[in-house]
């Protein structure tokens, strides 16, 4: 069913000889440039994410078909990543995730530090599930008016976005692939979350994203193969949520439930090395922090 296997002697090798094992696997595929991607943009799109650690990302990747593409840009196939969050003093955003409710919405600045291009996004659902996402060029400050007018469009109103205020910003690195039917993965890692008050990262930490117009792609068989599921993981509630623990945080107790043992593995493996193992990635723990 797919083109390239599994080869654990691969990860091996990696983790003995490279600085970098995780963006060597990146660089096994061929490169497809800013101008190609955009031409593969999917508008309406379903997204799913996945929690894993490094070396189940790697093994992802492993299997993954030969004819994947990764974005370089300048030689670099990872790019640096920041997002401001907006919500208002009662956190209307952040509490309609909690909730689960299908009018939710976030609205966000994305800073691209590689082009030092910079957006105002307003994201909402649509039917079925699908993502919803509008943007436009972002100068400094908050646009509550083309705010107010996206939400409307999509059946979000009335939301005093004159209100929104900056409450968190995420920074992350990320690379992506694109598949033979033209879907996306995105993997991000380093992720730090800061508020005006705190700063929280987990070291270890891969949230793969698959982005199609429905149906599931190569990489969501694979994972659910290995009986990694999706999650719920919105980067600005989850970030919130480790944030400011005393935030009603139900929806997401799987998902911190995770992020606490990939920590807890990673200081782990990050000890064993200390102590002169050689770093080599342990067959048995490939996707164990699915």
């Known amino acids: 069913m797919y083109a390239t296997k599994p080869t654990m002697d691969k990860f091996w090798r990696w983790d003995m000889l490279s600085p970098d094992p995780l963006i060597d696997a990146v660089e096994e595929f061929p490169a497809i440039d800013l101008a190609c991607l955009g031409a593969t943009s999917v508008g309406r799109r379903r997204d799913r994410k996945y929690i894993l650690n490094e070396s189940g990302a790697r093994s992802l990747m492993a299997?993954?078909?030969?004819?994947?593409?990764?974005?370089?840009?300048?030689?670099?196939?990872?790019?640096?990543?920041?997002?401001?969050?907006?919500?208002?003093?009662?956190?209307?955003?952040f509490n309609l995730a909690a909730k689960g409710r299908r009018r939710r919405f976030k609205v966000r600045t994305r800073h691209y530090l590689t082009t030092d291009e910079q957006w105002l996004e307003v994201k909402t659902r649509g039917p079925r599930g699908l993502t919803l996402k509008d943007r436009t060029r972002f100068d400094g400050s908050l646009d509550p008016q083309w705010v107010e007018m996206v939400l409307a469009t999509h059946g979000i109103s009335p939301v005093p976005a004159e209100n929104l205020v900056p409450t968190?910003?995420?920074?992350?690195?990320?690379?992506?692939?694109?598949?033979?039917?033209?879907?996306?993965?995105?993997?991000?890692?380093?992720l730090r979350w800061r508020s005006y008050e705190t700063t929280r990262e987990v070291p270890g930490l891969v949230i793969v994203e698959t982005k199609t117009s429905g149906g599931a792609n190569d990489a969501d068989h694979l994972l659910w193969n290995h009986g990694v599921r999706p999650c719920h993981m919105s980067k600005y509630a989850t970030g919130m949520a480790l944030l400011f623990p005393s935030l009603t945080t139900n929806r997401w107790k799987r998902t911190l439930a995770r992020l606490n043992a990939i920590q807890e593995n990673h200081e782990t493996e990050e000890n064993l090395d200390a102590d002169g193992r050689n770093?080599?990635?342990?067959?048995?723990?490939?996707?164990?922090?699915?």
């Open 279 to 290: 770093g080599a990635v342990d067959p048995r723990r490939v996707y164990a922090c699915g």
């Open 63 to 93: 299997e993954l078909p030969s004819t994947t593409m990764a974005l370089c840009v300048d030689g670099s196939r990872e790019f640096g990543y920041e997002s401001m969050y907006f919500d208002t003093g009662d956190l209307m955003c």
């Open 168 to 190: 968190s910003d995420v920074s992350y690195t990320r690379s992506t692939l694109v598949l033979p039917d033209f879907s996306r993965v995105t993997i991000d890692r380093d």
